[in-house]
T-cell receptor, first 113, second 114 residues
Framework: SQKIEQNSEALNIQEGKTATLTCNYT??????LQWYRQDPGRGPVFLLL?????KEKRKERLKVTFDTTLKQSLFHITASQPADSATYLC????????????FGTGTRLKVLA | DVKVTQSSRYLVKRTGEKVFLECVQDMDHENMFWYRQDPGLGLRLIYF???????EKGDIPEGYSVSREKKERFSLILESASTNQTSMYLC?????????????FGSGTRLTVV
């Protein structure tokens, strides 16, 4: 069956450290993978998109990798801050190259001051 | 900035009522989506539309219908609300290919059916 897995347990890290979140998928062949941030009671906010032929993408303190062999994406926040505390969702296009994305359940990150 | 506006943040409805959830976007996006989000289940797609008057079922369309008479507006209808439809409902829009800009979500409507 098709699955997108994100660590359901909350991730707690100290301020200033690098947070690394994982997104694994099974029985999909996405052309694109996205990451979103969601704050409690709000809608997700788009952060980054990475294409299947890109190994790595960066935006300010954020870095995303995409390994189609391992079927995994890693999301890094460097020099983390308490304001980075939120739930982070990964999403991939359900059928390669379409506009319809399937979302993971998200990982809650808490950055401790 | 693209704005996706959902008509209500909180709604309480009675079992059996017909419920309308409205969503409006202001950036001429072709695609619009309705998701529901429940703890432990994540975002699940109910319906989506890639053009005016076009709609396609998502993963959990039962008990729901949609309407897209104008490009900017996508309505979700609960024909006869039931308690298992208590959830957070999220509307989203995107350009046709949803590439560089991803989806833009509304703030959500928390619906409680009693």
């Amino acid at each position: 069956s098709q699955k997108i897995e994100q660590n359901s347990e909350a991730l707690n890290i100290q301020e200033g450290k690098t947070a690394t979140l994982t997104c694994n998928y099974t029985n999909y062949s996405p052309a694109y993978l996205q990451w979103y941030r969601q704050d409690p009671g709000r809608g997700p906010v788009f952060l980054l998109l990475i294409r299947e032929n890109e190994k790595e993408k960066r935006k300010e303190r954020l870095k995303v990798t995409f390994d189609t062999t391992l079927k995994q994406s890693l999301f890094h926040i460097t020099a983390s801050q308490p304001a980075d505390s939120a739930t982070y969702l990964c999403a991939l296009d359900e059928t390669s190259g379409t506009y319809k994305y399937i979302f993971g359940t998200g990982t809650r990150l808490k950055v401790l001051a | 900035d693209v704005k996706v506006t959902q008509s209500s943040r909180y709604l309480v409805k009675r079992t059996g009522e017909k419920v309308f959830l409205e969503c409006v976007q202001d950036m001429d996006h072709e695609n619009m989506f309705w998701y529901r989000q429940d703890p432990g289940l994540g975002l699940r797609l109910i319906y989506f539309s890639y053009d005016v008057k076009m709609k396609e079922k998502g993963d959990i369309p039962e008990g729901y219908s949609v309407s897209r008479e104008k490009k900017e507006r996508f309505s979700l209808i609960l024909e006869s609300a039931s308690t298992n439809q208590t959830s957070m409902y999220l509307c989203a829009s995107s350009l046709r290919t949803a590439l560089n800009y991803g989806y833009t979500f509304g703030s959500g409507t928390r619906l409680t059916v009693v």
